[in-house]
Each structure stands twice: as structure tokens, then as C-alpha cells.
């Protein structure tokens, strides 16, 4: 199997642990600096992905960008989007005019999600050396769950929304024996919200 890219997931929560508000909207959870710096660490990486779920609801752009909506970096350093789940991407979304598509990627990278290692490996073969995961919560759990993440962007408001949306699902964890412990590298406070970065210990597919 081809080198597993570095997986680096992303979320933003509320400080009750919600990634939406119960009618699935999400945007903006925390505020312009926390947004900021997602933009620049998208920029850093090969490609960046999202679950049809996600990309069905915000029509995400997927792109690194300045907050005024200028690309952060040339379009050629743009990450390549990747779209996991069988659900088509509607003709008009956003992330079909994504500026790192062109001749080697004509169109955004398509995974199924019924192996979520295999698809990793995949993108390793196309020379993808590192992956930005946008969400949403069943694929964020999904990775976690198949021990795939290297390392999680927290970023948390300080807000509360209640309700069913939140930022993580069943890990399938029983007991406290099965904890998934992490290690905090980088906590950081931006405008009001907090940056938590957390380092996983078991990546355990390598
Ligand atoms: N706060 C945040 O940081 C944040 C970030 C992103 C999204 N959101 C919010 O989260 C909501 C959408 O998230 P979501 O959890 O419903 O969707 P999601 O995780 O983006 O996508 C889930 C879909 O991906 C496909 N899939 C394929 N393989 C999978 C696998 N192994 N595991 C899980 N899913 C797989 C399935 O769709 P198919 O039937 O197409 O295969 C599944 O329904 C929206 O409300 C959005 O606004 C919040």
C-alpha cells in the first residue's frame, strides 16, 4: 500500500462541543481570526477534503484565501479539492470552479469512503503528501474512528448551541479502556475563540 499523506483534521465548535445548530447551518462558528488562520493552514497542505454531507450543505469553495476573498497562494499551490461519499456534486458547486483544478486534476478527487485507508493511500499514489480534512462530523469521525488522523485543529467558540449537531460522533468506544488519548502540541487564543492543537497517538494503520 502507497505512504499514507499526513491527515491534519479540522473542525470549529461551540464550547458545549456543536458543529452546527440544529438546523445544520454552521457558518461562522468562530470569528474572522479564527478563519484566517484556517485559510493560511489550508494553504500549507497538498490537498484539502470534505464529505458530500458538507459540501451538500455549505457549498464550500474550498480554497486558501485572503479575508477579502483573494487566494492566499497561486492557484497552482491551491490544495486539490476531494470530495468522499457517492452523492453527485451539483452542477453549479462551488468547488467545481476550484482554481487548483486544470489539467492534472481536471475535476475534484472523487474517494468512495468505504475504505477510508485505501482512499488515503490512493491520494498518496497521485504524489499527495498531506491532507486538510474540512469535516463534516460523520467523516471526521470515520477517521478517527479507523485510527487515521495525525493531528486535530480545534478551534472553539466561546458559545453554546445545544441540540444533536456535534463536532464528533461514536468513535466506537465503549469504556473508559478505550479512551483515544491525544497529546496537546499548540493552544492559542484567536480574537475571542481558541485554537487547540492536539497530536494523535495512534495512527494506527502505517
Ligand atoms: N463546524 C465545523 O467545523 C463543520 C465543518 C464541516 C461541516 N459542518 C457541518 O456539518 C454538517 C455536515 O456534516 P455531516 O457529518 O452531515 O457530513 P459529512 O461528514 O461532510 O459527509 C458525510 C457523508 O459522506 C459520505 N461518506 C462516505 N464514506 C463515509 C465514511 N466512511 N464515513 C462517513 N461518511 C462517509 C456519506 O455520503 P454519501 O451517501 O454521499 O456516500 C455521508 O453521508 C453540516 O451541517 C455542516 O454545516 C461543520
Not at 473542525?11 to 484556517?38: C, E, H, K, N, Y
Request: cysteine-free; hydrophobic content about 45%.
Amino acid at each position: 500500500m502507497a505512504k499514507l499523506p499526513r491527515v491534519i483534521v479540522k473542525w470549529a465548535q461551540t464550547l458545549d462541543g456543536r458543529a452546527a445548530a440544529a438546523d445544520g447551518s454552521s457558518q461562522w462558528i468562530t470569528g474572522p481570526a479564527a478563519r484566517a488562520d484556517v485559510h493560511r493552514r489550508r494553504a500549507d497542505a497538498a490537498a484539502i477534503l470534505v464529505g458530500t454531507g458538507t459540501l451538500l450543505a455549505d457549498d464550500p469553495s474550498l480554497t486558501a484565501r485572503t479575508p477579502e476573498g483573494e487566494l492566499l497562494v497561486p492557484a497552482a499551490e491551491q490544495p486539490v479539492p476531494v470530495v468522499v461519499g457517492s452523492r453527485a456534486i451539483p452542477s453549479g458547486a462551488r468547488v467545481l470552479a476550484h482554481p487548483a483544478l486544470g489539467e492534472r486534476f481536471p475535476e475534484p478527487i472523487r474517494l468512495s469512503g468505504n475504505d477510508l485507508a485505501a482512499d488515503l493511500a490512493s491520494l498518496g499514489t497521485l504524489g499527495i503528501e498531506s491532507v486538510f480534512v474540512e469535516g463534516g462530523p460523520h467523516i471526521v469521525s470515520s477517521l478517527l474512528r479507523a485510527g487515521l488522523v495525525d493531528e486535530l485543529l480545534v478551534y472553539i467558540a466561546p458559545a453554546l448551541l445545544g441540540g444533536p449537531r456535534l463536532a464528533v460522533g461514536d468513535l466506537g468506544i465503549a469504556s473508559m479502556t478505550g479512551i483515544h488519548r491525544l497529546e496537546f502540541t499548540h493552544t492559542e487564543q484567536l480574537g475571542p475563540d481558541l485554537l487547540i492543537i492536539a497530536s494523535s497517538a495512534q495512527k494506527e494503520i502505517r
